[in-house]
């Protein structure tokens, strides 16, 4: 129960402060993963039954022995072995002490860092009535980023995913389970009848850490992926392994692509944990992700499997993610950067902020600041979570083409706080141990979450290259110097940057003088206070994509008094008819919208509260129906006054 298992994790952090310290470093953690039927416990831990418990190793004072205890009908069976697994293989009591490590400075290491060791008992029933493997085919990619690999197929354990036990003939669930993290599961129901083991394509986890994700076919109705096995009485077959294959046929996929559901899953599995590693409060909303062996790059009907391309929306409160599977076209579900970049856009959505326009983008492209960082965090946050640079898109026939890039080494043109390809490396850059250049950090990922889900996320400003830093500095302002000279190689200003980008003084390629200047990247406006002349142009839009930097103007300002204020916005020069329109946000939420169809000015009333504010600007036109007769160059005067209390 959240509860419960909240109140565990305060019991452990007491661990930090340990009488006798002798040394206080900045510290390793364990995690502890008990599976259901067992507890681990040693002098000051409890980690009960299906928690995920949190112990901080930071002094040289530690000393716990951390033993199993079985529940009834169950039995230890050793602590699982796999990198950064402590005391894997042994089934003696867990034993880490490091008074050892004072003088030792490769000892001392193992404290002073952000690593992360797991703690995980291997608990099974005494006398399983049906227990088994669970696996799925992983199709790697090239190593030389030129296709899909499908000489090199890989079977990979389904980990984390909802497992039954069903009755045959009439498919009632005699028990539920959870795969463990090396596919095994177990079941003690027992039956005379026949039964089959069912995988759902799904993670699901109530309490804290907290997740709801599915694998779904949005063709057939958003049906559940699942897995089936053969029907047979216990007694016939107690030792079931299910695995899902490929369906590659040799040149091509000749059969169902049932491993497909769950590469998904699993390269989600993954990225997520990497979170519970930092975050072990995390509550993820549910996620539905749609992949069919239809979705194709043709624009259409969603539920005829024309998606267009791999994306991420939320409708109302409902989060989708979906995900192109058409042989021949493109495959996504092994193109794990791809996959990983939109879950990170759903988890800007739902756990941050993203104040995105959205809409196409490329590397080198001018982009509105907001879509230029979501985008590049999509990709920098993506290779951090993977602990791989290498962006790698395989698509075309036979899945043998494809278009890659690295975090560290790709081409930029166009660099700046507008450019999706300089936030996606310093992203990295602030991540990764390979100081190059500028890049003299080495951060790991707890600092990047924490500004995105910190100041970041409640910033009055709007979502940014310009945010994120300031977020980040606010957290650690012993940064600054070193995150200076990062930006400055990006050409962002790094001097005492804040959420505004104020003392920003670098230009795009293109940029013009005086009004029509990219610069400031927010105007000021007073409110009461007189006009501030704005511009929507389309310059920097040369594909008339609605969504480069210069389409729309953002302008801060401070509301006073909380009360009913009007919003006018006013044609003076450049494209008749360009129906000026805005939105006034309140930390990212539209508190005001003037979006009615106006040939030259615009004009709305709203009740906004005291504090900072933005007000965005743009040409309906430039943004909605860029190239059409209407759209072009205009400038345009605000205006926002008191109209009542």
């Known amino acids: 129960m959240p509860s419960q298992q909240t109140s565990i994790k305060n019991r452990l952090r007491p661990l930090a402060a340990l009488a006798g310290c002798l040394l206080l470093l900045s510290g390793c953690k364990i995690l502890i993963q008990v599976p259901p039927g067992a507890r681990v416990v040693s002098d000051n831990v409890e980690c009960t039954a299906g928690a995920i418990c949190e112990v901080d190793v930071t002094t040289t004072s530690f000393s716990e022995a951390f033993t199993v205890e079985p529940e009834p009908g169950y039995q230890f069976a050793g602590w ?19 008074s050892g490590f004072v003088g030792q400075p490769a000892l001392l290491a193992f404290l002073d860092n952000d690593e992360i060791f797991y703690l995980a008992p291997r608990i099974v029933p005494a006398n399983p009535s049906v ?16 296709g899909l690999d499908y000489n090199n197929i890989t079977r990979m354990p389904i980990r984390g995913a909802t497992v039954q036990l069903l009755r045959g003939f009439d498919e009632q669930i005699l028990q539920e389970t959870r795969s463990d993290a090396d596919g095994a599961y177990a079941f003690t129901a027992d039956s005379s009848d026949e039964v089959f083991v069912r995988v759902r394509a799904e993670l699901l986890r109530q309490g804290t850490p ?22 047979a009485t216990i007694d016939d077959a107690a030792q079931r392994n299910l695995h899902a294959p490929s369906g590659w046929g040799g040149s091509r996929y000749t059969s169902e692509r049932r491993a497909a559901p769950f590469a998904l899953l699993d390269t989600m599995y993954g990225a997520q944990m990497r979170l519970v590693e930092i975050d072990i409060d995390i509550n993820l909303p549910p996620l539905k992700v749609f992949w069919s062996e239809n979705n194709s790059t043709a624009a259409g009907n969603l539920a005829d499997g024309d998606i267009a391309t791999s994306f991420y929306f939320r409708e109302a409160n409902e989060s989708a993610l979906y995900v192109l599977g058409k042989q021949d076209n493109d495959t996504d579900e092994y193109d794990v950067h791809i996959v990983v970049h939109e879950w990170i856009h759903y988890l800007e959505d739902r756990i941050s902020r993203s104040d995105s326009r959205g809409g196409p983008h490329a590397e080198g492209d001018i982009l509105d600041i907001r879509l230029a960082f979501s985008e590049g965090l999509g990709n920098g946050l993506a290779a951090v979570l993977l602990d791989n640079p290498w962006y790698v898109d395989t698509n075309g026939p036979g899945q043998q083409g494809s278009f890659s890039f690295s975090m560290e080494s790709a081409a930029r043109f166009n660099p700046g706080w507008f450019s999706e390809t300089s936030v996606q490396a310093l992203i990295y850059d602030l991540y990764d141990s390979n100081n190059d250049g500028a890049d003299t950090l080495a951060l790991g990922l707890r600092p990047i979450y924490h500004a995105l889900t910190g100041a970041h996320k409640t910033t009055p400003a709007l979502t940014s290259v310009f945010s994120f830093f300031d977020a980040l500095l606010q957290n650690s302002p012993e940064l600054a110097g070193p995150v200076s000279n990062m930006l400055e190689a990006e050409r962002i200003t790094g001097d005492l940057i804040d959420a505004y980008g104020s003392r920003e003084q670098y230009r795009p390629s293109g940029d013009r003088n005086g009004t029509r200047s990219t610069l400031p990247v927010y105007r000021d406006l007073s409110v009461n206070g007189g006009a501030v002349e704005v511009c929507s142009q389309t310059h920097l839009d040369p594909f008339d994509e609605g969504n480069k930097l210069g389409v729309g103007t953002l302008v801060s300002f401070n509301v006073p008094t909380a009360g009913s204020y009007e919003v006018s916005v006013e044609r003076t020069s450049g494209q008749l008819g360009s129906d000026p329109d805005f939105a006034v ?3 990212g939420q539209t508190v005001i919208s003037g979006l009615t169809i106006a040939g030259d000015s615009e004009s709305m009333q709203g009740r906004l509260n005291v504090g900072p504010h933005v007000l965005d600007v743009f040409g309906y036109y430039n943004t909605r129906e860029p190239g059409t007769n209407n759209a072009g160059d205009a400038c345009y005067s605000v205006t926002i006054e008191s109209s009542g209390s």
């Open 80 to 98: 699982r072995k796999a990198g950064r697994h402590l005391c894997g293989g042994s089934t003696a009591a867990c034993a880490i002490d490091t």
């Open 131 to 146: 227990s088994g493997k669970l696996t799925y085919d992983r199709v790697p990619q090239l190593s030389n980023g030129r």
């Open 210 to 231: 907290e997740w709801d994700l599915s694998v779904r076919d949005n063709t057939q109705g958003g049906a559940l992926y699942v897995l089936d096995g053969a029907q």
């Open 585 to 587: 946000y309140a930390n």
